[in-house]
């Protein structure tokens, strides 16, 4: 077991074992890389800002919670569809908007409905950008980490085609 700690003396538990996913008790979300984490609908209330998150985002179209929901966590809807059509734009631009959070420090969570697609695609282009890999090594990170991940053929097979992504 490993001692997380989240900052502002939170510390938090996990189950992260070498090759093992780390995982916070009470939030479906696993931990993509340091900092960045991906899961499903999130907890409403202060949940989120005790567990040390600063920054989350909401990207199922269906579940579209006001931020005031979430005192002290910075709130990013970007309501997509878990359908055939790829959002690229709008992803790449949350995944942008991610990574440069991410590189000032903050602590992400990224989330859809079931915390596998939509969320998975926006995981992995941040991923891409932040630590400059291809989209087939940024997919291959996100399904390591988030059993069942990306799983929707359209999104996957987007993000496998693109290339090395260099970091900014």
Known sequence: MNLISFGTNVEVLTTHMPGK???IPGLDADRIME??????????????RKLGFD???????????????????????????????????EASNVARMVARLWRRGARILITCNMGLNRSGLISALAVRLIIGKSGAEAVA???????????NDH??????????????
């Not at 989350?56 to 709130?75: K, M, N």
């Not at 990170?141 to 799983?151: E, M, S």
């Not at 987007?158 to 900014?168: C, D």
């Open 21 to 23: 996913k780390a995982r």
């Open 35 to 48: 900092r960045l984490w991906q899961g499903s609908v999130p907890p409403q209330g202060d949940a989120l």
């Open 55 to 89: 920054v989350l985002v909401l990207a199922a179209a269906e579940r579209q919670i006001p931020a005031r929901a979430f005192p002290g966590v910075q709130v990013i809807h970007i309501p997509l569809d878990d359908a055939r059509h790829v959002p690229a734009r």
């Open 141 to 151: 990170d996100v399904q390591r980490a988030r059993k069942g991940a990306l799983f």
């Open 155 to 168: 999104f996957r097979r987007y993000l496998e085609r693109l290339p090395i992504e260099r970091r900014a």
